[in-house]
């Protein structure tokens, strides 16, 4: 087994080795509890919000002030997988649809990249609760993949990067 950092230099790029690029899966993690492969995570974007003040005499330009971060929801796709896992999603959808409470959960996004055993990157979300839970148009004059997909907002997210970059070895 070899270990290389999250930075590889070029030399092992450049020789075909690793491609940096190439995702493997994203494998998404509810309070710790796996709830499978998804294909698409999107909306993972963040927008720092800036107040603007124009002093007087000055034509040119205007004050720029920082003030706080927005987070845009994230949508998780995959294509639909009727399991536990999924049921498991539907009723942290529904719970408190009388009471009219939600219940938060942090989540973790955990990026594979192919030939890794271990996740190359994480990314912690926190606070969220699911706002929209969907499946694709049935219709069977096409041929597309039924896609089950699930939109949630949260109240942050950092990345971890804990783990080298590890390479299974090859088979002989």
């Known amino acids: 087994m070899a270990y290389y950092p999250s930075v590889i230099p070029t030399p092992i790029i450049s020789v075909g ?6 995702v493997g899966t994203f494998i998404v ?3 710790g509890e796996n709830m499978g492969q998804w294909q698409n995570v999107d909306g993972l974007d963040m927008q720092r919000e ?7 005499g000055t034509n040119g330009w205007e004050w720029q ?8 929801d994230i949508t998780l796709k995959r294509g639909y997988v009727y399991n536990d896992s999924m049921e498991r999603l539907v009723d942290w959808f529904t719970t408190g649809v009388t009471s009219g409470t939600v219940v938060r959960k942090n989540f973790t996004v955990e990026i594979w990249r192919k030939g890794q055993i271990a996740p190359h990157t994480e990314i912690d979300v926190f606070g969220a609760f699911p706002i929209k839970f969907s499946v694709s148009s049935l219709d069977i004059t096409s041929d597309s993949v039924f896609v089950e997909e699930m939109t949630l907002t949260h109240q942050g997210y950092t990345f971890r ?3 080298p970059m590890v390479i299974a070895p090859p088979t002989p």
């Open 50 to 56: 800036v107040e603007k003040y124009r002093e007087g």
């Open 161 to 163: 990067n804990e783990y």
């Open 65 to 72: 002030f920082p003030k706080g971060i927005t987070y845009s």
């Open 29 to 31: 993690r509810i309070d």
């Open 17 to 22: 080795l690793v491609d940096p690029t190439i």
